[in-house]
């Protein structure tokens, strides 16, 4: 679960990023966050992974509290959250199944353990025949897909994905987009920034939007989300 309450960011030269943020995304639930370009979302999602730390406020995740946790266990705390970036920021030098592997390998597991859950990944996201060769070789949405199955390989509980489907045309965004449902349905909470709102007509998630650093609108699912 993520909930932020009266959560400002300032940057070192009085840059506030963020002012005043309040919402609650329940375990197992799925928004949309969106906004104009410099609204704050990537701020928001780097204080949910700890890159940055709220300048006031307090910001749990996972039922810790982003202000107070400690700098040792944040590499912990990040095995818990799958992240999904615009840009794949995969290994063009390894196959795509040492791609995937990638967070198992840091984490320490066991190599029997690697095999069977990258490619359970794989088999996910429908890449199960491609774990031998390397993302170059791939379409965008093929490439997307292995960035997905690397973010979820670990089993977190939360993902977050930051314009996962910026690059891709409109049905590969809208396969990309369905198998991040598939995963909330599966009980992952999901957090996706984007600012495709043909996505959030066809899906009708929650939505949660940004603008100047404030929180302006939310449409709540079944009254589940506080804003």
Not at 44 to 60: D, H, M, N, Y
């Amino acid at each position: 679960m993520i909930l932020f309450d009266h959560v400002y960011k300032r940057y070192p030269g009085g840059q506030e990023a963020l002012k005043d943020i309040c919402f609650d995304l329940p375990t197992g639930e799925m928004a949309f966050l969106t906004g104009h370009s410099g609204a704050g979302k990537s701020t928001l999602l780097k204080i949910i992974t700890l890159i940055e730390r709220p300048s006031r406020g307090q910001a749990i995740v996972n039922n810790k509290n982003l202000s107070t946790y400690p700098r040792r266990h944040i590499p912990y705390l990040r095995r818990e959250i799958g992240v999904v970036f615009q840009d794949h920021k995969l290994l063009y030098d390894r196959t795509v199944f040492d791609n995937v592997a990638l967070p198992l390998v840091v984490a320490g597991h066991r190599h029997q353990d690697i095999g069977r859950r990258v490619r359970a990944a794989l088999d996910k996201v429908g890449l199960l025949k491609k774990e031998r060769v390397y993302p170059i070789t791939l379409s965008g949405g093929e490439q997307q897909r292995v960035g997905i199955a690397r973010a979820v390989v670990n089993r977190p509980p939360l993902l977050l994905a930051d314009e996962p489907t910026g690059n891709l045309d409109a049905a590969l965004s809208d396969e990309i987009m369905d198998l991040f449902v598939s995963f909330n349905q599966h009980g992952v909470t999901v957090l996706v920034a984007t600012h495709d709102l043909r996505h959030i007509k066809r899906l009708r998630m929650p939505v949660l939007t940004l603008s100047q650093g404030y929180m302006v609108d939310g449409q709540q699912k079944q009254g589940q989300m506080d804003l």
